[in-house]
């Protein structure tokens, strides 16, 4: 088993291992000073099947940051768990109730280090993934959460349980406007996602002619474009109507306007959103652990956001 630390300070990389050594004595512990020795290495140890069993990273590597290098880590290593190390407490992203979990504050103590373990090891243990419920969120006021899951198969959650879908259609249309992060889509890019034109059609005229009918304009639109706008306006109010069995205000959080559909995960009164991308994103160190090596799987425009890592958002 190893565990690894990577820091670009030296004198803090060598007190991080001698602790390390300390809290695992069984272990075979590494330090490096940048993140290209450290996915070196982690691609090396899972070609010779060795363990990585935990990851302690700098949050701020000279030349990268280190929620990129987690997100390396874990494509390489998916069952790696990761703990960030930072000067800095407001980088301190801690979730679920249970204090900074997976951040240790420089400079750390062993006592520190075995604390994060066991809390994260415990948690972990408890949810793997996003599906549970946040218990800081009762403690201040918020009494409905919707969990939403993008990393593996994509789904979301209220009180453990899968959201009653009345379609697929209604459920993809969600995981494409979490994908999108707020941003607001137009008709036709949902149409090219949920029902992408056939490239190989025999009828290339009629191909043409539907992907011209999703670009055209607000007004003298084509019927196909007419009928296309309906059938979303359709699928937005499913999904609406099945935020509601979460929350009476839920259906808020979709924003529908003409021929542009987004969502916001702004907490409404009585309800809050948490959603694993998005904690990722902006340096959640529980939502690094239950990344998997796995994004949306299941849709072929989805692609992970790597660029927009970055813990100072």
């Not at 003298?220 to 007419?226: I, Q, S």
């Amino acid at each position: 088993m190893y565990v690894i630390a990577a820091d670009d300070e030296p004198l803090i990389l060598n007190s991080m291992t001698r602790l390390l050594h300390a809290v695992f004595p069984d272990a075979q512990v590494r330090g490096f000073g940048t993140a290209q020795e450290v996915e070196s290495f982690a691609r090396e140890a899972v070609a010779s099947c060795a363990n990585i069993a935990y990851a302690f990273l700098d949050l701020r590597l000279r030349g990268e940051n280190g929620l990129r290098l987690a997100k390396a880590i874990k494509d390489i290593s998916p069952h790696t768990k990761i703990v960030f190390s930072t000067a800095y407490a407001d980088y301190s992203f801690g979730l679920r109730g249970d204090g900074n979990t997976g951040f240790v504050m420089k400079p750390a103590t062993e006592g520190d280090i075995r604390d994060c373990v066991a809390v994260l090891d415990d948690v972990l243990r408890r949810e793997p993934s996003y599906r549970g419920e946040f218990p800081t969120d009762a403690a201040n006021g918020r009494h409905e959460q919707l969990m939403i899951r993008t990393f593996g198969d994509f789904e979301a959650f209220h009180h453990h349980e899968p959201l009653p879908w009345e379609s697929q259609e209604a459920k993809d249309l969600l995981a494409l406007l979490i994908h999108a992060r707020t941003a607001p889509l137009t008709d036709a890019r949902i149409a090219d996602a949920l029902w992408p034109v056939d490239a190989d059609s025999t009828d290339a005229r009629d191909a043409g002619a539907t992907r011209m009918e999703r670009q055209s304009g607000h007004t003298g639109r084509p019927k196909h474009a007419f009928a296309l706008s309906l059938r979303i306006r359709g699928l937005v109010k499913s999904l609406r109507r099945t935020l509601q069995t979460v929350h009476p205000q839920a259906g808020k959080l979709i924003c529908h306007s003409h021929n542009t559909t987004s969502v916001s995960t702004d907490p409404i009164d009585g309800l809050t959103v948490h959603c694993d991308l998005f904690d990722m994103l902006h340096g959640s160190a529980y939502a690094v652990n239950t990344y998997y090596g796995e994004y949306l799987p299941a849709y072929p425009w989805a692609s992970f956001p790597t660029a927009d890592l970055d813990p100072d958002l």
